[in-house]
């Protein structure tokens, strides 16, 4: 839960600026997709921690990509179109060619894609397809915020890579790590723990080194 609280302050900070700024989606729309994903696994195992702990981080998540949505730059967008409203904005991108709606359509795509498998396979066949799409989400939402590294580097500034998210990245890793291997002996609950670790640890260090001054 930790890890999906991680985020609020730079979603407080889209909010109050009103700008997405130079954050990447990614961690937000895998977050909302790789919680989903597990929902399913932890259901289909029967685990009821990887539920509630991803239940609740799936809702989290789902708000945190409204938000990005409210404020993201729709008139960089390629399918901008002389609309009023904001809304209409939206409907527009989500309809077209930009970030916002590349996200939306492999976040739902892969979300539907789960469920038919889920009605066609069987909950036994089933699991292992959840399982996995579980592990290549997970990967993406801890690597997610490597995009800014470049950046950070060039700029010698980490505003861009949130320090909330970094260490609670790495606390959530271990969490998960250790629950994988020693108690549920999954390498798909694991092994994406392990990958977080080192891309959690190397957020932390450019932050270390760099701070979050323009």
């Known amino acids: 839960i930790a890890l999906k ?5 730079s979603i407080l900070r889209i909010s109050r600026e009103r700008t997405t700024g130079g954050l990447p989606l990614l961690p937000y729309s895998a977050m909302a997709t790789m919680t989903f994903s597990l929902v399913i696994y932890g259901l289909l195992v029967g685990d009821t921690r990887i539920v509630g702990t991803h239940g609740a981080g799936h809702i989290l998540s789902l708000a ?3 938000t990005f949505g409210k404020h993201y730059d ?6 901008k179109k002389a609309t009023a409203g904001k809304s209409s904005k939206i409907l527009s991108a989500l309809s077209g060619g930009s970030e916002i709606a590349t996200h ?5 795509g892969i979300a539907t894609a789960l469920l038919v498998a889920v009605a ?5 066949a089933a699991a292992p397809v959840a399982g996995a799409t579980s592990v290549v989400l997970s990967c993406l939402m801890y690597t997610g915020p490597l995009a800014a590294l470049k950046e950070a580097i ?9 320090l909330p998210y970094a260490f609670a990245s790495i606390v959530n890793a271990i969490a998960w790590t250790v629950y994988g291997f020693f108690r549920r002996h999954d390498w798909m609950v694991w092994a994406p723990g392990l990958i977080g ?3 959690a640890g190397m957020q932390v260090v450019v932050n270390v080194c760099y701070g ?3």
Do not use: H, K, M, Q
Not at 5 to 9: A, F, K, R, V
Not at 104 to 108: A, L, N, P, S, V
């Open 212 to 214: 979050s001054e323009d």
């Open 120 to 124: 066609v396979l069987g909950r036994e």
């Open 104 to 108: 939306f359509r492999w976040g739902t």
């Open 154 to 162: 060039r700029s010698r500034s980490a505003r861009n890579i949130p």
């Open 64 to 66: 945190y990509c409204a």
């Open 197 to 199: 670790i080192v891309s």
């Open 74 to 79: 729709y008139g960089n967008a390629p399918e």
């Open 5 to 9: 609280l991680s985020p609020l302050p």
